[in-house]
Structures are given as C-alpha cells and as structure tokens.
C-alpha cells in the first residue's frame, strides 16, 4: 500500500501562484510514477501532470503546459506541483496519485490516490 497526502492548496487571486506537495509512504518511492490530476465541480476528473520514476519524463495536460511545473524529489519521498500564472478555470480539487508501473497519464492506470486539496482561483 501507499500512502499519499497533500497540501498546499488554497485561495488564490487570479495571476497568483501555489505549490501543492504530496507526501508518499509505504512503498519505495523511486518505485512509483507519480501525477496530480483535477476535478471541478460538475467535471470528470482530468489528468494535470506526471512524472516518471526516474524523473527523467514529465507530461502535462496543453492547458497548463508553461505555468506548472512537476517535480520530485525522491530523498524526501514528495512530488511538488509548482502553479503559476493561475486562472478560475483551474480552479478544483486536485488529487496526488501513484502507481508502481511505468509512466502513464491515464487515471485508470494509477492505484493509490490522496485525499485531495481544494485550489480555489478567484478572478
């Protein structure tokens, strides 16, 4: 099993920056691929960014793509989403999730999920 927990979530007005991390145990972490994906209210959840286990491949959706960066770092077991040049429409819960395969973006594919943090993006 892995644990996952996140934070840094917030209000923030648009133009704003926030940095989400996610905090990983149970597993070894070098082990596990890692993204964050969203979900608004009355949306299907939708995948953000991800990383692999090595670090050395990143994905993100187009519509972030310039403004949030993924990250890991894998002495202190987290993944770090670093948001910037934030708008409404990014506003939702975003969820930390992990899986022990390789890289894949698809919510389907990844077994162990935080409890989300809420992002609000006021305008």
């Known amino acids: 099993q892995v644990q996952l927990v996140e934070s840094g979530g917030g209000l923030v007005q648009a133009g704003g920056s926030l940095r989400l991390s996610c905090a990983a145990s149970g597993r070894i972490f070098t082990s596990l691929t890692m993204a964050w994906f969203r979900q608004a209210p009355g949306k299907e959840r939708e995948f953000v960014a991800g990383?692999?286990?090595?670090?050395?491949?990143?994905g993100y959706v187009d519509s972030v793509k310039g403004r949030f960066t993924i990250s890991r770092d894998d002495a202190k077991n987290t993944v770090v989403l670093q948001m910037r040049s934030l708008k409404p429409v990014d506003t939702a819960v975003y969820y930390c999730?992990?899986?022990?395969?390789?890289?894949?973006?698809?919510?389907?594919?990844?077994?162990?999920w935080g409890q989300g943090t809420q992002v609000t993006v006021s305008s």
């Open positions: 990383i692999s286990r090595r670090g050395d491949l990143t």
């Open positions: 999730a992990a899986r022990t395969g390789s890289y894949t973006e698809s919510g389907a594919n990844f077994d162990f």
